[in-house]
């Protein structure tokens, strides 16, 4: 049974986490430097296994080697005059994502003209391909590997975007309730996966599905409490449960968490998932230290 088809009962049924189901024999930490600033927001992954991650409030964009090296591949100026709404720093990264030829795409908010999606290629300076709202909170992003355009979440703005990197082209591509935040952060993590965008809303604890045709968006989780990021393996959803410091999978059977601070979770805020294995960036937002958490899911 595709997950697409069984969205509604469990949307119905406001599913709650079960008792946690071990995803792993051990998880391998990779620890990162707080007083640096490297807070992990999302992640971006190599074909050798290296894991791209964008550092929320430096401009850096990391990486860290399947050995756990950790180097900064590429730095986005932070604005004098930075002023991110709502968490008022001078500039915020959110979502990185990989197209074909390793070009980098990174959401970028500094509440001024320098907000938009920007152009990274390790080694050279990064590039605005896209302005976005300076009133906005750019968060997750996603590509649509069809026709290589890149969808962006504005957290604030009730609206997911579609920005053509070529041209610059932007579409508010779709809005709405379903996206809104109810106080804080709304439109958060996005992926397209089986023909449709699928948005997390932190703020309502739901994931949404749009599909490419158009059609009206529905939700088909609810019930997972403030859900950043998140991520397909096969069929079953694997999202971060930020503030409850807890990775959770949703399938045909409910929502089990897999991963909680026992594991040495601090605050998720992102996951990406290659064949088996799991990664999730820690950004230890409210307390804890920030890491990169490799594990296997069953």
Known sequence: ???????AALAAAAVLAGTATPAH?????????????QQPE????????SADLTFAYTGEIGRVTPDGRVGVIARIPVPADGDV??????????????????????????????????????????VQVAALSPAGFQNGVARDPASGDIFVADSFGSVVRR??????????WATGALLAPAGGFGANGVKVHDGAVWVSNLDRGTLVRFPLTGAPGRVVVSGLGPVDDFAFHGETVVAAVNQENRVVTVDRNGTRTILSTSDGLANPTSVAVRGDTLYVADSAYFGGSPNLLRARVR
């Open 1 to 7: 049974m595709r997950i697409k088809h069984i969205g």
């Open 25 to 37: 024999a051990a998880p391998r930490i990779v620890p990162l430097d707080l007083a640096a600033g």
């Open 42 to 49: 999302n992640i971006a992954l190599e074909p050798d296994g």
């Open 85 to 126: 709404p709502v968490v008022h720093r001078k500039l915020f990264l959110g979502g990185i994502v990989r197209a074909p030829g390793g070009d980098l795409y990174v959401a970028v908010s500094t509440g001024t003209p320098a907000t938009g999606l920007y152009r990274v290629r390790p080694g050279t300076t990064p």
């Open 163 to 172: 920005v053509s990197p070529r041209t610059g082209r932007v579409t508010d």
